[in-house]
């Protein structure tokens, strides 16, 4: 369902409908329902199955990942193709997107007074020392294609903690700090990059340490890549040349790294799959989302021709 703020004001005008999750997710689940629809009264579904799922949780999936996606991994397993339905962009097609992960990185060191710091009795200090691992992820494994880790929450001094969505941290200046937390999320191409990932990161988080401190480094793993496959690409082939039969533009692959963590990851590695299938639009995740209600006829069509000739 996939819609990220609370509902708000919906309008339309002209070939734009504005407002929250009108594209991202709403439109695709339009097109979905559509197509069946056109499918249905054609008679084209009779002794075919079509499975559609819908999760509510998209951003932020259930723990443990084999309770809360157990039904759609079973969907998968009993289907020959999976069809997903988040925003298109333009005239391209997903036939693979990165993964996400997260990470947490402690830092801890010795601590006295501020004027000892850098001194074989105090060392160095916990925050210089998460300062170098976090530098060391960018120098080592900053310009991989596709790998990114953004460190997006730090705290640290004579205490540090976090919880949540956030941390909180106390000392004074004149004491050098004994802790430090830092927290961030991993996107990657594929498990092998994934993995190779990790290894790196743990190995910069764990040797070569600052005088007199050390720090751990934790993983959590969240959302599969979709790597792309011959069977993907052959659904973008036939899609495509539906597209063209219509009347409307030939499809390509889209950049892998342009989209984020979505749940065809889950079934992408059990058979082919592509995304992107949804609704054209601007402004995802944002109080002024749009979808572009020209475009929704040919990407009914699409669709309802797709699901046609795979259901034969």
């Not at 927290?183 to 040797?207: C, N, P, V, Y």
């Amino acid at each position: 369902m996939d819609t990220v703020l609370p509902g708000g004001v919906y309008a339309v005008n002209g070939d734009t409908a504005k407002g929250s999750g009108t594209t991202d997710d709403k439109g695709g689940n339009l097109i979905i329902l559509e197509a069946l629809r056109a499918l249905k009264h054609a008679g084209a579904l009779e002794n075919r199955r079509v499975i559609v799922f819908l999760t509510g949780d998209e951003e932020s999936a259930g723990e443990p990942i084999a309770v809360s996606r157990r039904e759609l991994l079973e969907a998968a397993r009993r289907s020959d193709f999976a069809l997903s339905f988040e925003a298109a962009t333009a005239n391209t097609i997903v036939v693979g997107r990165r993964g996400s992960s997260s990470w947490q990185l402690v830092a801890q060191g010795a601590t006295g007074h501020s004027s000892a710091i850098f001194s074989p009795l105090l060392g160095d200090g916990a925050i210089y020392e998460a300062a170098r691992i976090v530098n060391s992820f960018r120098e080592t494994l900053g310009r991989e294609k596709g790998l990114t880790f953004s460190p997006s929450l730090i705290v640290g001094g004579t205490e540090a903690e976090m919880t949540g969505l956030g941390g909180s941290a106390s000392g004074k200046d004149n004491i050098i700090a004994q802790r430090a937390m830092v927290r961030g999320d991993l996107r990657f191409l594929s498990s092998a990059q994934l993995e190779h990932a990790k290894a790196a990161m743990t190995k910069i988080a764990t040797e070569g340490s600052l005088l007199r401190t050390s720090a751990t480094i934790a993983y959590f793993d969240r959302y599969p890549a979709m790597e792309i496959t011959p069977g993907n690409l052959a659904l973008l082939q036939q899609l495509s040349a539906i597209s063209e039969s219509l009347g409307y533009a030939p499809l390509t692959a889209g950049d892998p790294i342009t989209r984020g963590a979505g749940d065809v990851s889950f079934v992408a590695p059990i058979i082919p799959a592509i995304d992107g299938l949804g609704a054209r639009g601007r402004g995802s995740h944002a109080p002024d989302e749009e979808a572009d209600l020209a475009s929704i006829t040919e990407l009914v069509e699409r669709t309802a021709l797709l699901i046609e000739r795979l259901t034969r």
